[in-house]
T-cell receptor, first 113, second 112 residues
Framework: DAGVIQSPRHEVTEMGQEVTLRCKPI?????LFWYRQTMMRGLELLIYFNNNVPIDDSGMPEDRFSAKMPNASFSTLKIQPSEPRDSAVYFC???????????FGDGTRLSIL | GESVGLHLPTLSVQEGDNSIINCAYSNSASDYFIWYKQESGKGPQFIIDIRSNMDKRQGQRVTVLLNKTVKHLSLQIAATQPGDSAVYFC???????????FGKGTRLSVIA
């Protein structure tokens, strides 16, 4: 079975540029989560969706960050404009239930120069 | 200036020995717990879970113990192998109505 698929795996870009991270959840999973992982702060929940609707975006750091889920099989996390402190690994995860086991993608390693 | 990283507890074990990784949680309402393994360059992977109506659950080479009295969770890995080297996270949720809350992680290093 295909797991959670994220793209790109690596992204290097200059500060000020727009960055778009993509995620395809596991088919049938109603919940989708976006996380950021850094050495400083560990794994942070940014936002999560239920049936394509954002439920809690309180973890989104700033207005520069936005996330969408136009359909059940696709979500994006956008950073505009990007800054060096946004450099991190961004993970997408999906689950059948809100508090149930989450299945993670392999992440996007983002470097903002 | 130099940035200070998250200080991950590290456990070093000899290959073949048993490993015990501990996790303390603070939410008394938490009733579902998971252990994840994260290898370098990969996302966290589900290992084993346990509900609060149990105090022990076994998988293949792994056992999770739950002590609700002191809000403590542990992961035991039998006959630890080099492939077990990774960062291990515990996660908890409450009544299935809240998303998982992840701990800070413990790095397991297996010495061959």
């Amino acid at each position: 079975d295909a797991g959670v698929i994220q793209s790109p795996r690596h992204e290097v870009t200059e500060m000020g540029q727009e960055v778009t991270l993509r995620c395809k959840p596991i088919s049938g999973h109603d919940y989708l989560f976006w996380y950021r992982q850094t050495m400083m702060r560990g794994l942070e929940l940014l936002i999560y969706f239920n049936n394509n609707v954002p439920i809690d975006d309180s973890g989104m750091p700033e207005d520069r960050f936005s996330a969408k889920m136009p359909n059940a099989s696709f979500s994006t996390l956008k950073i505009q404009p990007s800054e060096p402190r946004d450099s991190a690994v961004y993970f997408c995860a999906s689950s059948l239930r809100e508090g149930g086991p989450q299945h993670f993608g392999d992440g996007t390693r983002l470097s903002i120069l | 200036g130099e940035s200070v990283g998250l200080h991950l507890p590290t456990l070093s074990v000899q290959e073949g020995d048993n490993s015990i990784i501990n996790c303390a949680y603070s939410n008394s309402a938490s009733d579902y717990f998971i252990w994840y393994k994260q290898e370098s360059g990969k996302g966290p992977q589900f290992i084993i879970d346990i509900r609060s109506n149990m105090d022990k659950r076994q998988g293949q080479r792994v056992t999770v113990l739950l002590n609700k009295t002191v809000k403590h969770l542990s992961l035991q890995i039998a006959a630890t192998q080099p492939g077990d080297s990774a960062v291990y996270f515990c996660a908890e949720s409450s009544s299935g109505n809240t998303p998982l809350v992840f701990g800070k992680g413990t790095r397991l290093s297996v010495i061959a």
